[in-house]
């Protein structure tokens, strides 16, 4: 007998809500320290997860979520770089469904 796979499911670290992670933009530390969105989901290192919204990503910044989910202390700079690197990952999500 086969078991049914399941979508794993990850919780936002903006609104908290869980969602299935293709739902979600993985963010992960690399074991150097740097901190990247990952849009594969699939980058080595500690993940946290956001909906695909501008809104919680400003919320896990604004609470510092980030940080505390990945364990290192983001600076301005850094927390810019990300939601460039965020917004480009919600671009090329669109432009993948409407293909
Ligand atoms: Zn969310």
Known sequence: MMKARKTPLRTCIGCRVGSDKQDLVRIVRAADGHVEVDPSGKANGRGAYVCRKAECFDSAVQRRRIDSAL???????????????????LDASKQGSDA
């Open 71 to 89: 364990r290192v202390r983001l600076k301005d700079d850094d927390n810019d770089r990300l939601r460039r690197e965020f917004n480009e990952a």
